[in-house]
């Protein structure tokens, strides 16, 4: 089953490079010896027993070689057994194990046992690896001693994607040449391959979501020409429901834009002093109508004094504005909401303004909670788009907390209604407002 049967030879270090120094040492023993000899120094047989001795010394090599060479266990021998090169594998910081060129395994950090726990010293490691993948990179790599790439797929505890990169090394042995072996170390592309999931993800969804409301308005277009050409009221009735869809649409752009702009600034920190205490008011103030619309009250509970945040205004409305009106459309049932702003200290004793949208709704079940700040996710479809909803806005709003270094709470009691807490850190600079 090995990859390729190790000969002797091939096993240990060259034999010319050994030959070389040993020839190299016994000529120069032999040459300073007749300079001593020719000056008189030393008679010739003094001279001769020297020379014996160095001779001797010059072969321990050689006979240290034949003796491991003749042992019966000699395949179990590691002749890159070496303190450094096992502290190297050690060290890296990915899986990494180092094959023989069998694709026996010579060293393996601490992270490739836990990896892939079957692998396991002087055994082969395509039994552990077993896929077919895997063993042909190997032995692609040996044959052509070039790099070769695979890939390792974990299951336990959780789904992983691993590049197994296969890179021929040649090694120093204990008797001076060197050996060529395998390094196969791991990378985890796991994060890139759910970023490359969720973008290819995001496109199919946002696509679908603009293509219904265009196939709604080109379906209308063509009765308007064809059909209802003459017919008035029909006329009017079409040109509202393109209206209605022409505004989701536009609703839709809107908020994938502001999605972006507040994602490509999500490492820089909003650095204004804003009073958010004005921006909830008139974030409250913009919605009544709906409030109205729906027969519900806002209740609001803000401090006379001013809050003051390191934020971005634009970006805040947008973040309440959902949350308000969030709450007037999922949770109007209820009859009322509640908007308050309080101050209290984080889990680390920093000062927090914590704003509270509180309805008292239909509530949301717990499986929806954890998901409910994904891209287009909603708990009904069909309620979202009735009330016009895109599935963008919970996203948004997450966006935006995280960008101000806040935090974003969620908290629902099945027919009891839904509380959302956004936090932000409170700014000590007092503001020049
Ligand atoms: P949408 O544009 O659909 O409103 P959001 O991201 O704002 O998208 O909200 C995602 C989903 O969360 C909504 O479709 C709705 O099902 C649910 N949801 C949000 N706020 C509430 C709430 N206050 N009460 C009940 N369900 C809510």
Known sequence: MALEAPTTSSFYSPWPDRLRHSAIVLLAAAFALTVVVVLGELSLLRASAIFVCIAAAALVPWRLHNAVASREDVRNVNPVETAA???????????????????????????????????????????????????????????????????????????????????????PTLFGGTDKCMLMTFHDQTPLRRVEEMRADFVANAS?????????????????????????????????????????????????????????????????????????????????????????????????????????????????????????????????????LTLALSGDDTPEARVIVRDFGPGIAPEHLPRLTERFYRVDVGDSRAQGGTGLGLSLVKHIVNRHRGRLLIESVLKKGATFTACFPQAKVPPGL
């Open 85 to 171: 090169v096992s502290a190297v594998v050690a060290g890296m910081p990915d899986p990494a194990v180092l094959l023989d060129r069998a694709g026996r395994v010579l060293h393996l950090n601490a992270a490739a046992a836990q990896l892939a726990p079957a692998l396991r010293k002087n055994e082969l490691a395509q039994f552990a690896l077993r896929s077919p993948e895997i063993i042909s990179a190997l032995r692609e790599a040996i044959a052509t001693s070039e790099t070769r790439r695979a890939t390792y797929l974990d299951h336990v505890p959780v789904d992983r994607w691993l590049e197994l990169v296969v890179t021929p090394v040649p090694v």
């Open 208 to 340: 679908h979501e603009l293509r219904t409301p265009l196939a709604a308005l080109s379906g209308f277009i063509d009765t308007l020409q064809g059909p209802a050409k003459d017919d008035a009221k029909a006329r009017e009735r079409f040109l509202g429901i393109m209206h209605a869809q022409a505004t989701r649409m536009a609703r839709l752009i809107d908020d994938l834009l502001s999605l972006s702009r507040v994602e490509l600034s999500a490492h820089v920190r909003p650095d204004t002093m804003v009073d958010i205490v004005p921006i909830i008011r008139q974030v409250v103030d913009g919605l009544e109508p709906l409030a109205r619309e729906r027969q519900v009250t806002v209740d609001t509970d803000l401090p006379e004094t001013q809050v003051v945040i390191a934020g971005d205004r634009e970006e805040l409305l947008r973040l309440f504005e959902n949350l308000v009106e969030n709450a007037l459309k999922y949770g109007a049932s209820g009859g009322k909401i509640e908007v308050s």
